[in-house]
């Protein structure tokens, strides 16, 4: 069973960076797309981006195109976030996920998630 672990988040002002970072234990994820998602204070949780197993098709939520980019190492079993101009909307727990192969915008299309990542963006 793979169990996902974030780390990386923090307090950040507007207009800064954080990377954050997702390790797999107890499988490989290289079967596995991976995604991200983020619960906001008061909201649902909402899809931010996935990366696919193969071939590496990567979506971006509208909200974050342009200034998120999600990559993996396959070999760390590690997938990333690197979150640039961040705004105080982006202030959310963010989470991993992994489902089989082809990633997804819908959550509960997801199997396992990591416990997830306090990011707070300060204006």
């Known amino acids: 069973q793979v169990q996902l672990a974030e780390s990386g988040g923090g307090l950040v002002q507007a207009g800064g960076s954080l990377k954050l970072s997702c390790l797999a234990s107890?499988?490989?994820?290289?079967?596995?797309?991976m995604g991200w998602f983020r619960q906001r204070p008061g909201k649902e949780r909402e899809f931010v981006s996935f990366i696919d197993s193969i071939g590496g098709k990567i979506h971006y939520a509208d909200s974050v195109k342009g200034r998120f980019a999600i990559s993996r190492d396959t070999a760390k079993n590690a997938v990333y976030l690197q979150m640039n101009s961040l705004k105080p909307e982006d202030t959310a727990v963010y989470y991993c996920?992994?489902?089989?192969?082809?990633?997804?915008?819908?959550?509960?299309?997801?199997?396992?998630w990591g416990q997830g990542t306090q990011v707070t963006v300060s204006s």
């Open positions: 996920a992994a489902r089989p192969r082809t990633g997804s915008t819908i959550r509960r299309f997801y199997d396992y």
């Open positions: 107890g499988g490989t994820t290289s079967g596995y797309a």
